[in-house]
């Protein structure tokens, strides 16, 4: 209980000191980079550590800082998306809900930090709005995204959304499978009953979008999906359904009928 309680208070504390650090940070650099380092260097460890998560990587070797590139990875507890900032030492960007632009703090850092804003609600606007996220990509800007569009419940590998498999194809720059392991014990979803313990990232191999038809997202998203399943069992995980790679049109965390695929 005293943990919990303790996670809580740090975490608003470290929001609330951080973030408008970044929004400073931006505007006396000009870069928008800084904030990303403010973030990995300084909110995002103390937030693992206070959470009590020891995080192993394997895989820093397929990154690389200088190739602009889409990382896709599981989504298993709202601490993935620090520990992402810690394991992945790029300077990317988050995609991210276009509604999160509006929340007090969060939203402000990221839209200050140059994050990527999709906005689904509308088929015009979700276009434009990967359009131009292509473009930041092809001008050099690595992305991180969550293609289930949720966390997952019991640690399983949910259906993939489509749309960020269009943004790849659109890109035509490498797209680099994550799996993290262990995230959702230690802070389950919708829970602050903190239990510390491991958690896993690994990062695999670079796929190249070039092998696939521009209007082929699917495949796409399949070819990924598969590789964070593997990767999921090989760190001791449940894996996932290969049969259920896509999800509903939208909808998150459910696939389209079979009869449908």
Known sequence: MLRNLLCIVVTVIATAI????????????????ATVWVA??????????????RVVVT???????????????????TLDIPIHFVAVPVNFRYVAKHQLKYVPLIGWYLWMAGHIFINRGRRDKAIASLDDAARKIRGGTSVFLYPEGTRS??????????????????????VVPITIEGSGRVMPKNSWNIQPGPVYVKIGKPIDTTAFDEDD??????????VIIAQSLELGGKGGDPERAVAAAGVEGESRSRSAS
């Open 40 to 53: 990995r260097r300084l909110w995002s460890p103390i937030l693992i550590l206070t959470g009590g998560a």
């Open 59 to 77: 895989g820093q070797e397929n990154v690389d800082p200088k190739r602009p590139t889409i990382y896709v990875s599981n989504h298993q507890s």
């Open 153 to 174: 419940d019991d640690g399983r590998v949910l259906p993939f959304k489509k749309g960020p498999f269009a943004l790849a194809l659109k890109s035509r720059v490498p």
């Open 18 to 33: 951080f973030f408008p650090m970044t929004v400073v940070v931006a505007l006396v650099t000009l870069d928008p980079g």
């Open 217 to 226: 997202r699917e495949g796409l998203a399949r070819a990924v999906r598969d």
